[in-house]
């Protein structure tokens, strides 16, 4: 029989480990706005890491145990948990798209007893929400409308029989949470929107049309279109203009370009334009018109409004809070 270890993936207890408890070694993998949890024995370690933005629990999980235990989900009270399996090896050779890993949405219900199926993965990111704050989430941010309809049992178990995959959107946002060194109180702005867009990526998947097929060629360009955008940020990325570029029908850059990537090309240049401000607002004595011709903006106003209207903070309170 295989050895156990009780994960718990929400906990209400107060009984967090002070940063300089942390082992060294962990010390370089710690997000400075989150609370710790460090459990070590003779089966291994493993470090919590969790971040509270209004209605999103979000945590990060480093799991190091000897060869054969497995650690098995536990929560302390009921959540929607939208699960990311570790995807540290992101590509094989020969071929450059990376590899698809599952995002998997479930219903956790509190138990002292771990009910779903064991791992030993060592890295775990989640997100939860409770039940019932569904539904005000959902007025606020649109794309979780498919969510908040979802019926919820008091079951643990999947809420949606197909997961979707841990692609390069959702990959970018995760991983912006987990580097993000964000402190004051400008980073619960930060991690509540990008805690929303990770859902949103997923709860769009809930609306999809039936897919189209695409070889690998097709779905190549789009990544090779994807990565263009990113890059390029400060340049005017309309429709036409990525068309010319590429030398593509506008067709591609709509559909397949939102089954691919779960979003549309002007909400992908809306949502990494933010993520780039805030990165550089938070960076001291960063001239905020440079940060404006990085982007692509010519009017102050037009920047402030866009920026206060996605992370629901101004743009000087971030620059203030570092």
Not at 4 to 21: G, M, S, V, W
Request: aromatic content about 10%; glycine content about 4%.
């Amino acid at each position: 029989m295989k050895a156990t270890k009780i994960l718990y993936i929400e906990r209400e207890d107060q009984a967090f480990t002070p940063h300089q408890n942390i082992p060294t070694a962990f010390r370089d993998q710690l997000i400075p706005y989150a609370r710790f949890y460090f459990q070590e024995d003779n089966d291994g370690c493993i470090l919590d890491q969790n971040i509270r933005a209004g209605e999103f629990s979000i945590w990060a999980h480093h799991i190091h145990m000897r060869p054969g235990v497995e650690v098995r989900p536990c929560t302390q009270y009921q959540v929607i948990t939208l699960h990311a399996y570790d995807d540290m090896n992101t590509g094989t050779p020969g071929n450059q798209l990376p590899l698809e890993k599952e995002v998997c949405l479930f219903n956790m219900m509190a138990s002292e007893e771990p009910v779903l199926p064991g791992t030993q993965q060592p890295h775990s990111f989640h997100i939860n929400i409770e039940p019932d704050s569904l539904r005000e989430l959902a007025r606020e941010f649109p794309l979780l409308h498919s969510l908040a309809a979802i019926p919820v049992s008091n079951v643990t178990g999947p809420l949606h029989k197909a997961p979707f995959q841990l692609n390069a959107v959702s990959r970018l946002i995760r991983d912006r949470m987990l580097s993000a060194k964000h402190i004051g109180n400008s980073a619960y702005s930060f991690f509540r929107r990008n805690a929303a867009d990770f859902y949103g990526n997923y709860t769009r998947r809930l609306i999809a049309p039936p897919p189209i097929m695409m070889n690998q060629e097709k779905r190549q360009l789009l990544h090779d279109i994807f990565s263009y955008i990113l890059n390029h940020l400060h340049e005017s990325l309309t429709y036409k203009t990525l068309e010319q570029k590429f030398g593509v029908e506008e067709a591609l850059l709509r559909r397949p370009f939102e089954q691919e990537f779960h979003l549309t090309i002007p909400e992908l240049i809306l949502q990494e334009k933010m993520a780039l401000a805030f990165e550089l607002l938070s960076t001291r004595n960063t001239p905020v018109s440079y940060i404006m011709d990085r982007l692509g903006f010519t009017a102050l106003p037009c920047f402030l409004t866009t920026f206060e209207k996605y992370y629901k903070c101004g743009a000087l309170q971030v620059m203030d809070a570092q």
